[in-house]
């Protein structure tokens, strides 16, 4: 049998609107022409609560898929939520990290299969078959992180005997991203499956798990602008007998992430350097409309700031051309570096913070016309150590004991 492995449409996904819908479109189009069977692992929509034009998107993609000839079926369905299924057609989904609701709550991808569109395979076990082969998936929708290990050790899934077995999930795992104790390791996931299978991932990958296939066919729709996603869009397709993959590019909306160094940068040369690089780009994909992220790093000469870069003329003369993305966190400004610096010393124009705030306090205090022989400091000291009710009551006491109060 063959598996197509598709996922992470983010249907409704608002910067990339006509993207999201369009290539999803194609890209199941394609998937199902080549495929005996479609299991998505996730983030079909981008929102839990999609607006009724992006569910009628999703609607009119599914429904057209379910008008067509399979030759695999849904012969089997467990669910350890006693759910029911609507259709028989080999299209398996689950909710992803986006859609998911609070327990007990409807999600947009239940909808779907409520109305018969696809099999929603959360927490349960579908088996398709195909002539004489069966091949049996048991699927995690995804959960917060905290949660996948505790609900795997309650559900304790495990493969349907004589059958090819795929696990499918959508969770984040440590071994792809390293920065949570909460993330599920490789080897914690259950053993004796023939095939995992994952979403989430925005990124195509290729490992093992368990010393058996493990992939994630990544996004079809770019998203998060990281250097990873400038690979192209696809899915996978899997021969369940051969136990071999390939993976099919689709169409999409071409990205380039470019790292532009400049030294002594002064608003023109950034402007002069920024346009140059960009149309270039530009120049390489024409007609179509390209995503461009710019990273610009280096010094900016003395006299200038960060915010004297003209990025936002650069974005408006470039807006029609391309969907661009400027990140100037690794332009040193040294002057507001040294401020930086000096706040975290503890210090403000080479003062301390307690003294510049208190010169600053005096300054206030004589533009705005009051009296300032008093003891300025000890009137600062009251506003900034104690409560609301309690400094306005302590600056009062200290009105009246000075013999003459400050008016305005």
């Not at 449409?9 to 990339?16: A, L, M, N, S, V």
């Not at 006509?18 to 189009?29: G, S, T, V």
């Not at 929603?120 to 579908?126: A, L, Q, R």
């Not at 493990?214 to 899997?238: A, M, N, R, W």
Request: hydrophobic content about 40%; some cysteine; overall charge negative.
């Amino acid at each position: 049998m063959k598996i197509a492995i598709i996922s992470d449409f983010h249907i409704g996904y608002e910067r990339f609107y006509e993207d999201a819908y369009i290539q999803a479109k194609n890209a199941l189009d394609l998937a199902a022409s080549m495929a005996d069977a479609l299991i998505i692992p996730g983030d079909v929509f981008d929102k839990r609560n999609p607006k009724p034009e992006v569910l009628a998107q999703a609607i009119n993609i599914f429904r057209e898929l379910k008008q067509r000839h399979w030759n695999a079926h849904v012969v089997s369905f467990s669910s350890a939520n006693n759910t029911k299924i609507h259709t028989n057609i080999p299209i398996i989904a689950i909710p992803g990290t986006h859609e998911r609701t609070a327990e007990g709550k409807e999600n947009p991808l239940t909808l779907l299969s409520l109305a018969g569109l696809l099999v929603d395979n959360s927490e349960s076990v579908v088996t398709i078959k195909k002539d004489d082969e069966c091949v049996s998936i048991f699927a995690l929708g995804g959960l917060s992180e905290e949660m996948v290990k505790p609900r795997l050790k309650e559900l304790d899934p495990k493969p349907v005997p004589n059958n090819f077995n795929i696990f499918m999930f959508h969770q984040s795992t440590y071994e792809l991203l390293p920065f949570s104790e909460h993330f599920i390791h490789n080897d914690e996931l259950p053993q004796g499956y023939d095939l995992y299978v994952n979403g989430h991932i925005h990124n195509k990958v290729i490992d093992k798990i368990h010393n058996k296939d493990f992939l994630i066919p990544g996004s079809t729709v770019l998203t998060q602008l990281k250097d990873g996603e400038q690979e192209e869009k696809g899915f996978f397709i899997y021969d369940t007998v051969t136990k071999t993959f390939d993976f099919i590019k689709i169409k999409s909306r071409p990205f380039t992430s470019i790292r532009i160094k400049i030294d002594s940068v002064t608003p023109k040369k950034f402007s002069e350097t920024l346009e140059y690089e960009i149309s270039s780009v530009i120049e390489k994909y024409l007609p179509e409309k390209p995503i461009i992220k710019v990273n610009v790093s280096g010094n900016i000469e003395k006299g200038f700031k960060r915010l004297d870069m003209p990025i936002r003329s650069i974005l408006v003369r470039f807006e029609d051309k391309v969907y661009l993305e400027i990140e100037t966190k690794d332009l040193v400004d040294a002057e507001t570096e040294k401020q930086i610096a000096d706040i975290q010393e503890g210090k403000m124009y080479g003062q301390s913070i307690k003294e510049y705030g208190s010169n600053l306090f005096r300054s206030k205090l004589t533009e705005h016309g009051f009296d300032i022989n008093i003891n300025v400091m000890e009137l600062f000291a009251i506003l900034c150590s104690s409560k609301k009710e309690r400094a306005l009551k302590e600056a009062n006491e200290f009105f009246d004991k000075i013999s003459n109060p400050i008016s305005s």
